[in-house]
């Protein structure tokens, strides 16, 4: 069964850190299409980085670029998401998803992907 498994959310204040982990289970995930979605209260879920499997590049939401990282460790078919300079605005349950299928337009679409993870929030405070 594939699972994926994120952890690392919390509560922080403006300005603070952290770092997502997204372990996957049940297959690899090593060269497949991996992304960070993040929903909040009322809304809907939306894009926030993602690695593309085809050539390995990076791409961020505008609202997160030059603030958020996103990396794959390959060994512990895992994915992480190294946030900076979080603001209030960042406060939501954040997912881990992975897509076997994708072309690079849809990588921001979340009905492309096949897999989801829990979810884990990450709070902001002002």
């Known amino acids: 069964q594939v699972q994926l498994a994120e952890s690392g959310g919390g509560l922080v204040q403006t300005g603070a850190s952290l770092r997502l982990s997204c372990e996957a289970s049940?297959?690899?995930?090593?060269?497949?299409?991996m992304a960070w979605f993040r929903q909040a209260p009322g809304e809907e879920r939306v894009y926030v980085a993602g690695?593309?499997?085809?050539?390995?590049?990076?791409y961020y939401a505008d609202s997160v670029k030059g603030r958020f990282t996103i990396s794959r460790d390959g060994a512990k078919n895992a994915v992480h998401l190294q946030m900076n300079n979080l603001k209030p605005e960042d406060t939501a349950v954040y997912y881990c998803?992975?897509?076997?299928?994708?072309?690079?337009?849809?990588?921001?679409?979340?009905?492309?992907?096949?897999?989801w993870g829990q979810g884990t929030q990450v709070t902001v405070s002002s």
């Open positions: 690695l593309f499997r085809n050539n390995g590049r990076t």
């Open positions: 049940g297959r690899s995930f090593s060269r497949e299409t």
């Open positions: 998803a992975a897509g076997t299928r994708l072309i690079l337009s849809s990588i921001r679409l979340p009905d492309q992907y096949e897999y």
